[in-house]
């Protein structure tokens, strides 16, 4: 499954596009009032042009999307992404139909950004030699975001 999720309108809201690689099934969408706050396809070319219609429409990919990769073992899922100074994670078993929906989720936060995005690529780089393969690859850009101070508390050796 591939995820995308945009901000934007007005009132600004949050917007997800899914894709699941099923050529002969359908799509549906999720409406708040007009606004479509999720929308499901189930081809690539569709997909894309979803995104692209999304971008036209002056919505922005948030973070957390762009950070977002999926990765797969033979028997395993395993999700990550990058929000700020706080990483997720989702890992769970592959079965037919598998919905992003399943499995454990964690998140754990950092106390500064360059320590969640160490992390983050420290993430990645351990499943990696574990054996996972992207499953939908993308070129990932890690934005910069301003400096915030450490968060108050013991400082504790690592």
Do not use: N, W
């Given at each position: 499954m591939l995820l995308r999720e945009f901000i934007?309108?007005?009132?600004?809201?949050?917007?997800k596009l899914a894709f699941t690689d099923e050529p002969a099934g359908f799509g549906h969408r999720v409406k708040d009032g007009e606004r479509v706050?999720?929308?499901?396809?189930?081809?690539?070319?569709?997909?894309?042009?979803?995104?692209?219609?999304?971008?036209?429409?002056?919505?922005?990919?948030?973070?957390?999307?762009?950070?977002?990769?999926?990765f797969v073992s033979t028997d395993q899922f395993w999700i990550v992404w990058l929000d700020g100074d706080t990483i997720g994670t989702q890992v769970g078993g592959l079965r037919v139909k598998w919905k992003?929906?399943?499995?454990?989720?964690?998140?754990?936060?950092?106390?500064?950004?360059?320590?969640?995005?160490?992390?983050?690529?420290?993430?990645?780089?351990d499943k990696l030699a574990d054996g996972y393969r992207e499953?939908?690859?993308?070129?990932?850009?890690?934005l910069?975001?301003?400096k915030t101070p450490p968060k108050p508390g013991k400082k504790k050796a690592r």
């Open positions: 934007g309108g007005d009132p600004p809201h949050i917007c706050v999720f929308r499901s396809v189930t081809k690539r070319a569709d997909f894309e042009q979803a995104v692209a219609e999304k971008m036209e429409d002056g919505f922005v990919e948030t973070e957390r999307s762009l950070t977002r990769r999926v992003e929906s399943v499995g454990q989720t964690r998140v754990k936060e950092f106390r500064t950004r360059d320590r969640a995005v160490s992390a983050y690529h420290q993430a990645i780089a499953e939908h690859t993308r070129v990932v850009t890690i910069d975001t301003p």
